[in-house]
């Protein structure tokens, strides 16, 4: 046994919170990734979007992983407000308000937007109205990619975002030192607690996310039917 282990004898179990929560915090980036990856193929078919999809790299550290989504959502963000930018430049005034007057119907300003689209690009798919309405009023998605990237940030700034993805295959006291580093074994409630502060609220923000971008992908595969 570890002389840490004998000086602090919760240690063992602080070890194993730690592995569960490092692996929770994987979990919930990879679904973040694929999450994304969903909503840029649906930008990318349906409004002209370029959008390059992403992979979560196993051989890179936490942060380099951050720094690839925060990248793509800052991409989407742009994409969102030029579509805005788009609707306000071609539309009439009376009608660019209409899109985001919560009393109008939702097939009026989809035939508007559609209507846009077609002139933008010569023709456009039956839902690119559908998914441009979608988008432009959904405050869900614009507020959760700005928390997202908010936490993905602090996340890679923290103690957590030298670690390697790859560390699950490594034995339990390789684990934790790629875990821990320099930061001392009698320090593992601290680290634990750290992991659990931001575990908790990433996990929040990745389900909103999550969720939002279900509802515009949701849409585009019934109208597909």
């Known amino acids: 046994m570890a002389l840490s282990d004998l000086l602090y004898p919760d240690n063992p179990k602080r070890k194993q919170e730690l592995i569960l929560l490092h692996q929770e915090l994987l979990n919930c980036m990879s679904a973040n990734f694929h999450a994304t990856n969903e909503l840029v193929g649906v930008l990318n078919e349906h409004l002209g979007c370029t959008i390059t999809h992403i992979q979560m790299r196993e051989s890179s550290t936490v942060k380099e992983n951050c720094d690839i989504i925060i990248q793509v959502m800052s ?45 933008i690009f010569g023709e456009a798919t039956s839902t690119a109205g559908m998914v441009a309405i979608k988008l432009l009023g959904c405050n869900l998605l614009t507020l959760t990619v700005s928390k997202l990237i908010g936490l993905l940030a602090q996340i890679g700034a923290s103690v957590l975002g030298g670690i390697s993805v790859t560390i699950l295959g490594l034995g339990i006291e390789m684990i934790l030192h790629a875990i821990l ?5 009698n320090q593992l ?37």
């Open 75 to 119: 991409e989407i963000q742009h994409q969102v407000q030029k579509i805005d930018s788009d609707m306000k430049e071609k539309l009439e005034p009376v009608l660019y308000q209409k899109l985001y007057d919560i009393k109008e119907p939702e097939l009026e300003k989809i035939a508007i937007a559609h209507k846009v689209f077609s002139i």
């Open 189 to 225: 409630l601290t680290a634990v607690r750290s992991y659990e502060k931001h575990l908790a609220e990433f996990k929040a923000a990745s389900e909103k996310y999550q969720h939002a971008i279900y509802e515009v992908t949701s849409l585009v595969r019934q109208q597909v039917q």
């Open 181 to 185: 580093g320099a930061v001392e074994r």
